[in-house]
């Protein structure tokens, strides 16, 4: 059974800094491509960063140059370093599998990030 588990969310000022965790069970972790996705109130969820299975990263304009997205094979385990935070990157962060996120299947509980003014 699939199952990803996120966590390291809270609340920050603007400027500030998080680092999320996402451990992902019931599948072959290393041979998936990874993303960070997030959904503001009101919106729909967009994809902030991705990660292939080899190591090459992909973000988001609005996050790039800020966020940095890893993976620990060993652990099956996903991160997203946030610095430089801002208001506008307040949402609740989801992690998930390409391929899962594609057909929208999957989806952890999530990891609220409040940033406040």
């Known amino acids: 059974q699939v199952q990803l588990v996120e966590s390291g969310g809270g609340l920050v000022q603007a400027g500030g800094s998080l680092r999320l965790s996402c451990v992902a069970y019931?599948?072959?972790?290393?041979?998936?491509?990874m993303g960070w996705y997030r959904q503001a109130p009101g919106k729909q969820r967009d994809r902030v960063a991705l990660?292939?299975?080899?190591?090459?990263?992909v973000y988001a304009d609005s996050v790039k140059g800020r966020f940095a997205i890893s993976r620990d094979n060993a652990k099956n385990t996903l991160y997203l370093e946030m610095n430089n935070l801002k208001p506008e990157d307040t949402a609740v962060y989801y992690c998930?599998?390409?391929?899962?996120?594609?057909?929208?299947?999957?989806w952890g509980q999530g990891t609220q990030v409040t940033v406040s003014s």
């Open positions: 998930n599998s390409l391929p899962s996120a594609t057909m929208n299947k999957d």
């Open positions: 019931g599948y072959s972790f290393s041979m998936n491509a």
């Open positions: 990660i292939s299975s080899g190591g090459t990263t």
